[in-house]
C-alpha cells in the first residue's frame, strides 16, 4: 500500500482493503516499507519465495508498477485496488474506482481465473523492469513530473493541455511490437 498515494487516499484505502479481507478470513501478509525500493525488494521476495498466493496493492499508478515489476514472469497473480490520483491502470483494466471494498472483492473473485495482460520489458540506467498501461519519456514525463506536483487541478485534469495527450503519449502492447 502507498499510503501517500492520492493526496493520502491510499492510507484509508488500505486500512479498508485490509478489514473487508479480515472480514472475508483472508490472511494478510504486510509489505509495506520506508521506500519504494524495499517495497518492492519485499514482494518480489514474497512472490518468488511462495509466501503469497496473489499480490494485491492499494495506490496509485506506481505502485501498480511495482506490483508489475514483482509479479513479471511469475505465475502470481496482480490485484489492483485503486487509490492514486490518476488511476491509469486501472481506468484501462476498467477497475473499480473509488470503492476499495469492491475492487477488493472483484480481485478476490479473479483469483482463480485472472485476466492476462501484456508487458513491456525495459532497461534504463536503473536496471531492466516491466512496464503495463503507459510508457512516457522526454517531454510527456517532464509535464506528467510537473502535473504531479500540481496542488490544482487535482486527478487527471492536472494536465491543462488535452492535446498533448492525444498527440504524444503511446501505448504498447504484443501486437503493436
Avoid: Y
Avoid at 51 to 64: F, S, T
Avoid at 81 to 92: E, F, K, P, R
Avoid at 153 to 164: I, N
Amino acid at each position: 500500500m502507498n499510503p501517500t498515494s492520492g493526496k493520502g487516499k491510499g492510507a484509508a484505502a488500505g486500512a479498508l482493503v485490509l478489514q473487508v479481507l479480515k472480514d472475508l478470513g483472508h490472511e494478510t501478509l504486510d509489505l509495506s516499507a520506508n521506500s519504494a525500493a524495499d517495497a518492492l525488494a519485499a514482494a518480489r521476495k514474497a512472490v518468488t519465495s511462495g509466501a503469497v498466493r496473489a499480490l494485491l496493492v492499494v495506490g496509485g499508478d506506481g505502485v501498480v508498477h511495482l506490483g508489475v515489476n514483482a509479479c513479471a514472469g511469475t505465475n502470481v497473480p496482480l490485484g489492483i485496488v485503486a487509490a492514486g490520483t490518476g488511476n491509469d491502470a486501472a481506468l484501462t483494466l476498467g477497475l473499480p474506482l473509488n470503492d476499495p471494498a469492491q475492487a477488493t472483492r472483484n480481485a478476490l473473485d479473479n483469483l482463480t481465473n485472472p485476466r492476462t495482460v501484456d508487458l513491456l520489458a525495459g532497461k534504463s540506467e536503473r536496471g531492466e523492469f516491466h512496464a503495463f498501461n503507459t510508457v512516457s519519456a522526454g517531454f510527456d514525463a517532464l509535464v506528467n513530473r510537473r502535473a504531479n506536483r500540481m496542488t490544482w487541478p487535482k486527478g487527471p485534469r492536472a494536465t491543462p493541455w488535452p492535446w498533448f495527450w492525444n498527440s504524444s503519449s503511446f501505448r504498447v502492447s504484443s501486437t503493436e511490437l
